[in-house]
């Protein structure tokens, strides 16, 4: 299977107000034609700006992007010209993604001459077939955003990323501006949506439950980069990295390999991109790292490499969690692991 998306050694830095900030940090990983990798993270690890990079906004990068097999490089506006045509991004709130005084046709016509030439007659056919492909009626062409829903209005927002039939997908927090019951159908609508088109699809959200019910693959992210990725049942059923461990255990319903529910997850807050720890980046948080077990000094002095890319499960840790490292059972939690707390239907990740 190709890679649809293939990133090399990515860094993305942002010029603040006292010098550059590293964003992204040396981040590399593929997305092959027709599957999904889910983007995971706190708030502030480096996603968003990844995915500026992807399609060519981010303020300056260095690093690879192969695109079906093509390298884009530059930051020009020939550049992001020539990726848009091949990645498109959905952004996460469809009110401000959109422009409210352009009608749906207006803003389908814009998208699908973006690139080709095409005839009013085909023009209009064009955005018929669209509408159709993300389940929105015909009269929904002469409606401004306002008189939508937010599901519909997200709806077009992906209608108009398909309408240059792009290899590469992004969807950016999708679902997080959407009532909770608009979320499965959108998310069913992009599983749908993949399967017929082939494009492949980078998913990034604080959302873990909804990152399962897409993904093929999770990465996870912190401070800029990758600490995990593996086949999404894999990393669920056995995280390698203590953060990947805090993630899951926040979420009841997706509770593997982690700290019981109701016990203190993370400590203390996300350390300051521009001044990252020395050694792995997430040691003065870590549950069983050298604040706990002084003898892992190591953790404090060398910055731990992910296993060998070509691994279909790798983590970037000095002492990946054993049986010793999990803490006993949650006081009266059933055999299964749930706890006495009834399930969510849904697991966001502290923002």
């Known amino acids: 299977m190709s890679a649809g998306l293939a990133l090399h050694d990515v860094t993305v830095r942002h010029q603040g107000t006292l010098g550059a900030v590293t964003a992204v940090d040396g981040v590399s990983l593929e997305v092959p034609d027709g599957t999904t990798v889910g983007l995971v993270g706190e708030s502030g690890s480096g996603k968003s700006s990844l995915a500026r990079a992807v399609v060519g906004l981010a303020d300056s990068f260095s690093g690879q992007i192969t695109v079906g097999g093509r390298q884009f490089g530059g930051r020009g506006a020939a550049a992001r010209r020539r990726l848009g045509q091949r990645v498109q991004l959905v952004f996460q709130d469809p009110d401000t993604a959109l422009d409210p005084r352009m009608t749906v046709r207006q803003t389908l016509s814009e998208a699908t001459g973006a690139f080709v030439r095409l005839g009013r007659r085909d023009r209009e056919q064009r955005i018929g077939a669209l509408l159709e492909l993300v389940g929105l009626d015909a009269p929904c062409a002469d409606r401004l955003p306002a008189q939508l829903s937010g599901g519909q209005r997200q709806r077009v927002a992906v209608a108009r990323a398909l309408a240059v039939d792009p290899a590469v997908l992004i969807a950016d927090e999708v679902t997080s501006a959407l009532d909770v019951s608009v979320r499965a159908a959108i998310l069913t609508m992009l599983r749908d949506l993949q399967r017929r088109?082939?494009?492949?699809?980078?998913?990034?959200?604080?959302?873990?439950?909804?990152?399962?019910?897409?993904?093929?693959?999770?990465?996870?992210?912190?401070?800029?980069?990758?600490?995990?990725?593996?086949?999404?049942?894999?990393?669920?059923?056995?995280?390698?990295?203590?953060?990947?461990?805090?993630?899951?255990?926040?979420?009841?319903?997706?509770?593997?390999?982690?700290?019981?529910?109701?016990?203190?997850?993370?400590?203390?807050?996300?350390?300051?991109?521009?001044?990252?720890?020395?050694?792995?980046?997430?040691?003065?948080?870590?549950?069983?790292?050298?604040?706990?077990?002084?003898?892992?000094?190591?953790?404090?002095?060398?910055?731990?490499?992910?296993?060998?890319?070509?691994?279909?499960?790798?983590?970037?840790?000095?002492?990946?969690?054993?049986?010793?490292?999990?803490?006993?059972?949650?006081?009266?939690?059933?055999?299964?692991?749930?706890?006495?707390?009834?399930?969510?239907?849904?697991?966001?990740?502290p923002s």
């Open 197 to 349: 088109m082939g494009f492949a699809m980078l998913f990034i959200s604080h959302d873990l439950a909804a990152v399962r019910s897409v993904s093929d693959v999770i990465a996870v992210m912190y401070l800029g980069r990758l600490v995990e990725v593996a086949p999404t049942e894999d990393l669920l059923r056995g995280p390698r990295h203590p953060y990947t461990r805090t993630l899951l255990a926040s979420v009841p319903d997706l509770r593997a390999v982690g700290r019981p529910a109701g016990e203190p997850l993370l400590a203390g807050e996300v350390p300051d991109p521009a001044a990252p720890p020395s050694g792995c980046r997430f040691h003065p948080r870590c549950p069983v790292g050298p604040n706990r077990r002084p003898e892992r000094g190591i953790c404090v002095t060398l910055d731990p490499q992910p296993d060998a890319a070509g691994r279909p499960h790798r983590a970037a840790c000095h002492f990946p969690p054993t049986a010793e490292d999990r803490p006993p059972p949650a006081r009266n939690a059933h055999p299964d692991g749930s706890g006495d707390r009834a399930p969510r239907t849904a697991g966001e990740l």
